[in-house]
C-alpha cells in the first residue's frame, strides 16, 4: 500500500495503497499511483496563457484609443472629416445639402423594394424680407428654427435637406397612402408658417410646397425635383402658403416662365418697355387731377404681355427692383419733359410693390432719385394694393410713415378686394382710398356693389380721405359716383391709358367732364 505524504515541491509516495483502492482481475487489489500534480501544471498554465493574451488585446486596444486619439487631433484628419462632411451637408443648418439628397434618392428610387416615395419642395415667401428688415444673422436664426420644424414635421428615416437659399427638400419615404402624405403636407405647412422670434421680434413666412410622387410623376432624381419645383411654383400664382400635387402641364408653365423672366430681363436692359399715362378726372368739375403710369411691355414676338404676367414674373425673379426703378426713371423723365413744354399735370401716381417696399434703403433711394431730377416729391404718389400691405402690417406701416416724411402721398389700390385691417387703415399715413373697378361695374346691375361703393366712400369721408372710383366706363356711372361724394373717377369712359405724346395731344384743347 502506498500511502503519500506531503513535502515542499509536491507529493510524494510514502506508503502502500489502501485496500480496495482498486481491484483487478480476481478480486485481488491492484495499486494506482493518484497524483494531481500534471493537472494543476496545465490550469495554472490555461490561467497565465488567458491573462497574456488579456494584457496583448489591451495593450492593443490602447494603442488603437492612442492612434485614434491622436487622429482625432491631427489638423489633416479635422480638415478632411471636415470637408467631407461640408460635402454633403448645409454648414448653417446642419441638415444634408443638395448633393446628399440627390444621391440618397437616386438610391432609393433604384431600389426595389422601394414602395412610395414623394419629393416635397419648400419655398419660404417673404424670407427675403427678414434678412432685408433685421439683417442676415437674424436670417440664419430664422433658417435653422425652420430646420428644426422640418425636422420635427416628419419622421426619422424621411430626409430633410436645405437645397440652396430659402429652399428645402423634403423625400417621403413609404408615407403609405395619399391620405398619409396629405396629413404630412398640412403638418410641414402649419409648422413652417408658425411666427418664430427673431431678435425679439415674432417673424413668420408663408411656404409654397410642390409634391411630386414617384414614380408617376417621375422615376429619376432630377426629375422628381424638377416636377416637384414646377407644382410649388403653381401655388405661388394661386396665392402662397398652401400645398399642390405636380399634375400634367405644369412644366411647360415652369418653362414659359423661366424664357419670360429672361426676356424680361433683356428687355430691361434694352429699354423696351414703355410707359403709358391714364388720366383721373375731378368727378365735381371735370379737371385734370393727375394721371397713373402704367407700365407696357409689347414683346417683338409674342405680342402685348399683360401687366399682371409680367408685374408677377418680376416679383418672383427679383427683377421687380429694376422694374421699379425703370419705371420711376421715364416718370421723372416725363414730368420733366411736360414741366419744359408747358403742360400741366399735378402729380402722376406709381404702383408700388411690397417687395421692393422691403427693401430698407428704398425709400432713401427714391427720395435721392426724384430730387436729382428737381421734381418735388409731392407730384409723385405712389399705389399701394391692400391684399400686399396685409402681408406685413408692422413693416408697411414704417416704409409709409418715411415715404410720407419725405413728401409722397400714398393711396391704397383695389380697396375693398382684400382683407384690411380698419385699425391699421386709420394708423395709416395714407390719403386717399382707390375703389376697386369690380364694385363700380357692377354696381348697375348688383345692388351689393353699389352699397359697398356707397359704404367705402362714406368711410373715406369719415377718416378725412379722398376717394378714387377706377373702372368708370359709362356717364351713369360717373353722376352716380359724383352724387355719392366720390372725389375722383378714373376708366374708359374718360380716356384709356395712352403714350405721353397721345397724352400731349389728349389735353390740347382739354375735354372736360362736367356732367
Same mark, same amino acid.
Given at each position: 500500500?502506498?500511502?503519500?505524504?506531503? &513535502?515542499?515541491?509536491?507529493?510524494?509516495?510514502?506508503?502502500?495503497?489502501?485496500?480496495?483502492?482498486?481491484?483487478?482481475?480476481?478480486?485481488?487489489?491492484?495499486? !494506482?499511483? +493518484?497524483?494531481?500534480?500534471?493537472?494543476?501544471?496545465?490550469?495554472?498554465?490555461?490561467?497565465?496563457? &488567458?491573462?497574456?493574451?488579456?494584457?496583448?488585446?489591451?495593450?492593443?486596444?490602447?494603442?488603437?484609443?492612442?492612434?485614434?486619439?491622436?487622429?482625432?487631433?491631427?489638423?489633416?484628419?479635422?480638415?478632411?472629416?471636415?470637408?467631407?462632411?461640408?460635402?454633403?451637408?448645409?454648414?448653417?443648418?446642419?441638415?444634408?445639402?443638395?448633393?446628399?439628397?440627390?444621391?440618397?434618392?437616386?438610391?432609393?428610387?433604384?431600389?426595389?423594394? !422601394?414602395?412610395?416615395?414623394?419629393?416635397? +419642395?419648400?419655398?419660404?415667401?417673404?424670407?427675403?424680407?427678414?434678412? /432685408?428688415?433685421?439683417?442676415?444673422?437674424?436670417?440664419?436664426?430664422?433658417?435653422?428654427?425652420?430646420?428644426?420644424?422640418?425636422?420635427?414635421?416628419?419622421?426619422?428615416?424621411?430626409?430633410?435637406?436645405?437645397?440652396?437659399? =430659402?429652399?428645402?427638400?423634403?423625400?417621403?419615404?413609404?408615407?403609405?397612402?395619399?391620405?398619409?402624405?396629405?396629413? &404630412?403636407?398640412?403638418?410641414?405647412?402649419?409648422?413652417?408658417?408658425?411666427?418664430?422670434? @427673431?431678435?425679439?421680434?415674432?417673424?413668420?413666412?408663408?411656404?409654397?410646397?410642390?409634391?411630386?410622387?414617384?414614380?408617376?410623376?417621375?422615376?429619376?432624381?432630377?426629375?422628381?425635383?424638377?416636377?416637384?419645383?414646377?407644382?410649388?411654383?403653381?401655388?405661388?400664382? $394661386?396665392?402662397?402658403? *398652401?400645398?399642390?400635387?405636380?399634375?400634367?402641364?405644369?412644366?411647360?408653365?415652369?418653362?414659359?416662365?423661366?424664357?419670360?423672366?429672361?426676356?424680361?430681363?433683356?428687355?430691361?436692359?434694352?429699354?423696351?418697355?414703355?410707359?403709358?399715362?391714364?388720366?383721373?378726372?375731378?368727378?365735381?368739375?371735370?379737371?385734370?387731377?393727375?394721371? #397713373?403710369?402704367?407700365?407696357?411691355?409689347?414683346?417683338? $414676338?409674342?405680342?402685348?404681355?399683360?401687366?399682371?404676367?409680367?408685374?408677377?414674373?418680376?416679383?418672383?425673379?427679383?427683377?421687380?427692383?429694376?422694374?421699379?426703378? %425703370? &419705371?420711376?426713371?421715364?416718370?421723372?423723365?416725363?414730368?420733366?419733359?411736360?414741366?419744359?413744354?408747358?403742360?400741366?399735370? *399735378?402729380?402722376?401716381?406709381?404702383?408700388?410693390?411690397?417687395?421692393?417696399?422691403?427693401?430698407?434703403?428704398? @425709400?432713401?433711394?427714391?427720395?435721392?432719385?426724384?430730387?436729382? %431730377?428737381?421734381?418735388?416729391?409731392?407730384?409723385?404718389?405712389?399705389?399701394?394694393?391692400?391684399?400686399?400691405?396685409?402681408?406685413?402690417?408692422?413693416?408697411?406701416?414704417?416704409?409709409?410713415?418715411?415715404?410720407?416724411?419725405?413728401? +409722397?402721398?400714398?393711396?391704397? *389700390? /383695389?380697396?375693398?378686394?382684400?382683407?384690411?385691417?380698419?385699425?391699421?387703415?386709420? #394708423?395709416?399715413?395714407?390719403?386717399?382710398?382707390?375703389?376697386?373697378?369690380?364694385?363700380?361695374?357692377?354696381?348697375?346691375?348688383?345692388?351689393?356693389?353699389?352699397?359697398? $361703393?356707397?359704404?367705402?366712400?362714406?368711410?373715406?369721408?369719415?377718416?378725412?380721405?379722398? !376717394?378714387?372710383?377706377?373702372?368708370?366706363? $359709362?356717364?351713369?356711372?360717373?353722376?352716380?359716383?359724383? #352724387?355719392?361724394?366720390? =372725389?375722383?373717377?378714373?376708366?374708359?369712359?374718360?380716356?384709356?391709358?395712352? !403714350?405721353?405724346?397721345?397724352?400731349?395731344?389728349?389735353?390740347?384743347?382739354?375735354?372736360?367732364?362736367?356732367?
Amino acid at each position: 500500500m502506498l500511502t503519500y505524504r506531503s &513535502v515542499e515541491g509536491g507529493w510524494h509516495a510514502a506508503s502502500n495503497c489502501a485496500r480496495g483502492s482498486m481491484f483487478g482481475a480476481g478480486g485481488e487489489s491492484v495499486c !494506482t499511483p +493518484f497524483s494531481t500534480g500534471g493537472a494543476g501544471l496545465g490550469w495554472l498554465a490555461a490561467l497565465l496563457a &488567458v491573462c497574456a493574451l488579456a494584457a496583448v488585446a489591451i495593450a492593443w486596444l490602447l494603442g488603437q484609443r492612442r492612434r485614434l486619439h491622436a487622429r482625432l487631433h491631427d489638423p489633416r484628419e479635422q480638415a478632411s472629416r471636415a470637408l467631407a462632411f461640408h460635402a454633403y451637408h448645409d454648414t448653417l443648418t446642419g441638415l444634408p445639402n443638395r448633393a446628399y439628397v440627390m444621391r440618397e434618392l437616386e438610391q432609393a428610387l433604384a431600389a426595389p423594394e !422601394t414602395a412610395s416615395l414623394a419629393v416635397m +419642395f419648400i419655398d419660404l415667401d417673404g424670407f427675403k424680407s427678414i434678412n /432685408d428688415t433685421l439683417g442676415h444673422e437674424a436670417g440664419d436664426v430664422f433658417l435653422r428654427a425652420v430646420a428644426t420644424s422640418l425636422r420635427s414635421s416628419v419622421r426619422a428615416r424621411d430626409i430633410v435637406s436645405r437645397f440652396g437659399g =430659402d429652399e428645402f427638400v423634403v423625400v417621403v419615404q413609404t408615407y403609405g397612402g395619399m391620405e398619409n402624405l396629405v396629413r &404630412v403636407c398640412r403638418k410641414v405647412l402649419d409648422l413652417v408658417s408658425k411666427p418664430v422670434s @427673431v431678435s425679439g421680434q415674432l417673424v413668420a413666412v408663408s411656404p409654397s410646397i410642390g409634391v411630386a410622387v414617384a414614380p408617376q410623376d417621375g422615376q429619376l432624381a432630377a426629375t422628381l425635383i424638377r416636377n416637384a419645383d414646377a407644382a410649388m411654383y403653381a401655388v405661388k400664382e $394661386t396665392g402662397k402658403a *398652401d400645398f399642390r400635387f405636380y399634375e400634367e402641364g405644369m412644366l411647360e408653365i415652369a418653362r414659359e416662365r423661366l424664357a419670360l423672366t429672361v426676356e424680361l430681363r433683356e428687355a430691361l436692359q434694352a429699354g423696351e418697355l414703355t410707359v403709358e399715362y391714364q388720366p383721373k378726372r375731378n368727378l365735381r368739375d371735370g379737371t385734370l387731377a393727375g394721371v #397713373e403710369a402704367l407700365a407696357r411691355w409689347h414683346h417683338p $414676338t409674342r405680342g402685348d404681355v399683360p401687366p399682371s404676367v409680367f408685374v408677377a414674373i418680376a416679383e418672383r425673379s427679383g427683377l421687380i427692383h429694376a422694374l421699379g426703378e %425703370y &419705371v420711376l426713371r421715364a416718370v421723372l423723365n416725363q414730368v420733366q419733359a411736360w414741366d419744359a413744354s408747358g403742360t400741366a399735370v *399735378d402729380y402722376v401716381a406709381i404702383n408700388l410693390s411690397m417687395h421692393e417696399l422691403s427693401r430698407p434703403a428704398f @425709400v432713401d433711394t427714391l427720395h435721392r432719385a426724384v430730387r436729382s %431730377y428737381g421734381v418735388d416729391p409731392t407730384r409723385i404718389r405712389f399705389e399701394l394694393t391692400e391684399s400686399s400691405a396685409m402681408r406685413q402690417p408692422e413693416e408697411t406701416m414704417r416704409q409709409l410713415v418715411k415715404l410720407r416724411s419725405h413728401g +409722397f402721398d400714398l393711396l391704397i *389700390d /383695389d380697396f375693398g378686394a382684400g382683407y384690411w385691417n380698419l385699425s391699421h387703415l386709420r #394708423e395709416l399715413p395714407v390719403g386717399t382710398i382707390k375703389i376697386d373697378q369690380s364694385f363700380v361695374r357692377g354696381s348697375a346691375m348688383n345692388l351689393a356693389d353699389r352699397e359697398i $361703393t356707397e359704404a367705402i366712400v362714406g368711410l373715406a369721408k369719415k377718416l378725412n380721405m379722398r !376717394t378714387i372710383a377706377e373702372g368708370v366706363e $359709362t356717364e351713369a356711372q360717373a353722376d352716380w359716383l359724383r #352724387e355719392l361724394g366720390c =372725389d375722383i373717377g378714373q376708366g374708359y369712359f374718360f380716356a384709356r391709358p395712352m !403714350t405721353a405724346d397721345a397724352f400731349s395731344r389728349y389735353l390740347a384743347p382739354t375735354p372736360v367732364y362736367a356732367g
